[in-house]
């Protein structure tokens, strides 16, 4: 379905900076506001995700590290090394 919508400036420096932190494009940005509103309607709960962005638990990590989940072993390998003296 193509959508085509007016946004006031409010909504629409939100939608900027969504894009800029996730890096989505503005149909996903949609897809998943629909999604969060929709679960929310239906269940009268936020969804997993909104709970764990809501608590804080998303983004509480080491900032700059964005490939921790693809190269942990690498991360995890320098602190051991950091962590012994080897004399």
Not at 4 to 12: C, G, M, N, T
Not at 58 to 63: A, K, R, T
Request: include cysteine.
């Amino acid at each position: 379905m193509r959508i085509q919508s007016r946004l006031d400036e409010a909504h629409a420096r939100k939608l900027d900076e969504i894009r800029r932190m996730t890096g989505a494009s503005i149909s996903r940005v949609i897809e998943q506001a629909l999604d969060l509103y929709h679960d929310r309607l239906v269940t009268g709960q936020p969804s997993t995700y909104q709970a764990l962005l809501d608590s804080g638990f998303i983004g509480c990590g080491p900032q700059g590290q964005t490939e921790l989940s693809t190269e942990y072993k690498k991360a995890f390998a320098a602190i051991v090394e950091d962590g012994h003296d080897h004399r």
